[in-house]
């Protein structure tokens, strides 16, 4: 139900600090369905202050996923949110919890959900960024370390990028890499074409600079916002933070009312 917070126990085991999910929003696309408005869903630590961004959206009538790596509790839940009335389903692909002993690098550290980026505003201090235009693809490179949480020395972030499209039928992406370095060749989110508006969690390395950098094509804006950062060795070791994947495992599916009370 939209607006209705729910608490999602995920499964993973306890002193986990971060779990690695994959989001599925189904809005609608059943024929004998009627259609329901856009919607949007929120995933935070339970007995923490809501975040203010998303970490899936989806249009009317659309299926749409997206990864995200979320805080958890002591009991490795979460909680959920959705805008309007959407079916949710959330698979468990990994979870983050203490090393065996001291490392230095390779460990998530989570950070409050913060928004770096926003090109529907004009530049401003807290939404800094330069872009480029040529034709149909556009160039936007923006700070991010020393923001939001993310240390001077961060070499890898947690971003998720969300790509709006320009209103025509051409179908585009972004692609997200570190501030002067080569352009990979593969997207990191892709949207449908019209006004379609599709997000995607990735990690992305940051440039010598401290900035990312983001090619977009047949795309209007882009919102970026950072959930965490990855240690490298040039950081104090600790135990925090270290991965642990597991096959992925649906756990909740309001479909059929299935971990979901």
């Known amino acids: 139900v939209g607006r209705q917070p729910r608490t999602i126990a995920l499964g993973v085991p306890a002193g986990s600090s971060a779990a690695f999910v994959n989001i599925t929003l ?62 949710v389903i959330i698979d468990v692909l990994g979870y983050y919890s203490a090393a065996n002993g001291s490392v230095a690098a390779g460990r998530f550290q989570a950070v409050t959900p913060t928004r770096l980026l926003d090109t529907r505003a004009t530049t401003a201090p807290g939404n800094d960024y330069t872009r480029a235009n040529a034709g149909n693809t556009s160039l936007v490179r923006f700070p991010v370390v020393g923001r939001g949480g993310v240390p001077a020395g961060a070499r890898t972030v947690s971003l998720t990028v969300t790509a709006i499209g320009p209103g025509s039928d051409a179908a585009g992406y972004v692609t997200a890499y570190g501030g002067g370095t080569a352009q990979p060749a593969t997207s990191t989110v ?41 240690t490298s060795s040039a950081d104090a070791p600790g135990t925090i933070g270290r991965l642990r994947l597991t096959e992925p495992t649906r756990i909740a599916d309001s479909r059929s009312s299935f971990g979901v009370s």
């Open 190 to 230: 892709n949207h449908t074409g019209g006004f379609d508006t599709r997000a995607n969690l990735a990690l992305v390395p940051v440039g010598a600079d401290g900035t990312v950098e983001l090619f977009l094509y047949q795309v209007a804006n882009v919102v970026v916002d950072v959930g965490g950062w990855i």
């Open 26 to 87: 189904d809005n609608g696309t059943n024929p004998e369905q009627q259609c329901r408005p856009p919607s949007y869903l929120v995933a935070w630590k339970p007995g923490s202050a809501r975040p203010a961004t998303s970490n899936a959206n989806v249009g009317a009538c659309d299926v749409a996923a997206n990864s995200a790596v979320v805080q958890v509790n002591g009991s490795g839940a979460i909680t959920v949110e959705v805008y309007a009335d959407v079916h």
